[in-house]
């Protein structure tokens, strides 16, 4: 994503449904981990769920390859880096969560992201890790957003093993609007994601909060949800290193 996207992106997130959406998905996960820790948000963007983090109480640092989104998260005070993923600047085993959305799609070597994942995770963390499902999806709207590939479950489970890390819990989300999302990829160029009207933004915000209270999940979505844990005492940690 280039930086006029990225200012774009975060001057709407605040309101738009799909980041919304996302933000209660971070936000019940965190919950779920309980006690707040240190955390880093990896491809954080202009850095909106770095601030979920913080409203969680955890310590949390964004980073971003894109200079651009770097200076926005500063620009909103947090504590932000650029970095490659696969060459995170901090010290192994460093942090007790780590946040990857949509960030592995995006390398041709995802098994670099997932191994430095690992590295900074502290024996026992989480990372809550997220990608575009199905390569049956796959349109416009993926190349202008710099995407290698889209992912089905056992290829998203295969890169977060191969990392030594376990998969906890894997889910589609965003399962009610594949159908239209589908139809509305096969249609047209580009990427999608612009900001709705007030009302198609409300309707929106209404079908894909109803996944919160059905059992959907183990459906076909248009991203795949991974909740992710460095074993204790075990997996390997990688000789990659800082630069």
């Known amino acids: 994503m280039d930086a006029v996207a990225i200012e774009r992106a975060a001057g709407c997130e605040d309101r738009h449904w799909w980041h919304r959406e996302r933000r209660a998905v971070i936000a019940r996960e965190l919950r779920r ?43 909103r005070g947090l504590e932000a880096y650029r970095s490659d993923p696969r060459f995170l600047p901090v ?51 993926d190349l202008s957003l710099g995407r290698v590939r889209r992912y089905t479950r056992e290829a998203l489970a295969d890169v977060v093993h191969g990392a030594g890390l376990l998969v906890e819990r894997m889910w589609s989300w965003n399962v009610l609007l594949r159908p ?5 990829r096969r ?20 079908v894909i909060r109803l996944e919160r209270y059905l059992p959907v999940a183990s459906f076909p979505g248009v991203t795949l949800m991974a909740g992710v844990r460095r074993p204790r005492g075990g997996g390997h940690v990688t000789g990659r290193r800082p630069r």
């Open 91 to 141: 010290a192994t085993a460093e942090y007790d969560f780590v946040l990857a959305l949509n960030v592995l799609e995006h390398a041709e070597d995802d098994q670099a992201v997932a191994d430095e994942i690992a590295r900074v995770l502290r024996p026992d963390g989480r990372a809550l890790i997220a990608v575009p499902a199905d390569p049956a999806l796959w349109s416009t709207h």
């Open 180 to 184: 239209v999302v589908s139809r509305r």
């Open 33 to 75: 981990l309980g006690e707040p820790g240190r955390a880093i948000d990896i491809g954080a963007g202009g850095g909106g769920n770095t601030r979920v983090l913080l409203d969680h109480g955890w310590q949390a640092v964004a980073v971003d390859c894109c200079e651009a989104a770097v200076e926005i998260a500063r620009r």
């Open 187 to 206: 249609d047209s160029v580009g990427c999608d994601l612009g900001t709705p009207s007030p009302v198609l933004n409300g309707a929106l915000s209404a």
